[in-house]
């Protein structure tokens, strides 16, 4: 009678181990799903107002060398160089966050040092990252560490492109069913009722709303950026 407990008792674990494992795959593909339709709209706005603005300098040029409006065309040469290069720049970041997101299985802040170490080697950025749980996956959600991973990315990407900073600071901090990540530089700074809907902030504010949290930016100019972000695990 004993060994048929302890037998039952066995295949009862087993069973729920395969239960548990079937959700986290279940889980892993939805979180694949939604990244496909976040990237989707996110490369498609992006794209399209690259290209558009692209297509634009480049008729404004031909009609300046038309006219013969040679320090005009230089200008608008050296606004589509910038754009170009912030484009390759946003290319290069994109594939890299998702090498790094892949190598590591999933897990937030494995990816998150690796890729951080790549940005310093690259831009030459300081970056501390604070983490009283080093190696942890905070969120054992698939979804919420994907998206958490996309922010502090787009806010590592705004910092390299247009913040001219040295310093950069990433926290987390986990507080019962709370994670709160907060990323702040030493760059120009800006004014957060102009800017709001630029810079990426308005991707960060939607991948934060998707996975119910919310989103604040602080900054003033000349004294840097402060971007809060609070996932609720429960």
């Given amino acids: 009678y004993v060994r048929k407990q302890y037998f039952n008792l066995l295949l009862w674990i087993t069973k729920q181990k395969q239960e548990q494992q079937s959700l986290l795959e279940h889980e892993k593909?939805?979180?694949?799903?939604?990244?496909?339709?976040?990237?989707a709209r996110e490369v498609h706005d992006d794209l399209c107002q690259t290209l558009g603005y692209i297509s634009f300098q480049i008729q404004d040029i031909i009609h300046s060398l038309k006219g013969k409006e040679i320090d005009k065309s230089i200008l608008n040469l050296t606004k589509l160089v910038k754009i170009t290069k912030n484009a390759y720049t946003d290319a290069r970041e994109y594939i890299k966050g998702v090498q790094y997101f892949k190598l590591e299985h999933n897990n937030l802040l494995l990816a998150l040092e690796k890729y951080i170490n790549w940005v310093k080697q690259e831009y030459r950025?300081?970056?501390?990252?604070?983490s009283p749980l080093s190696k942890a996956v905070y969120a054992n959600n698939n979804l919420i560490d994907?998206?958490?991973?996309?922010?502090i990315q787009e806010a590592l990407?705004?910092?390299?492109k247009h913040a001219?900073?040295?310093?950069?600071?990433?926290?987390f901090k986990v507080d019962q069913d709370l994670i709160t990540v907060t990323i702040s530089d030493d760059g120009v700074g800006f004014n957060p009722e102009n800017e709001l809907?630029?810079?990426?902030?308005?991707s960060m504010a939607e991948r934060t709303k998707r996975i119910n949290g919310t989103f604040?930016?602080?900054s003033t100019i000349d004294t840097g950026t402060i971007i809060s972000v609070k996932i609720p695990l429960a």
């Fill in 125 to 130: 950025l300081n970056i501390i990252l604070i």
């Fill in 164 to 171: 001219k900073a040295e310093n950069c600071l990433i926290t």
């Fill in 216 to 218: 604040e930016v602080t």
């Fill in 157 to 160: 990407s705004n910092i390299v």
């Fill in 29 to 39: 593909s939805l979180a694949i799903i939604e990244e496909r339709h976040s990237l």
């Fill in 197 to 202: 809907t630029g810079f990426g902030l308005t």
């Fill in 146 to 151: 994907l998206h958490l991973f996309r922010i």
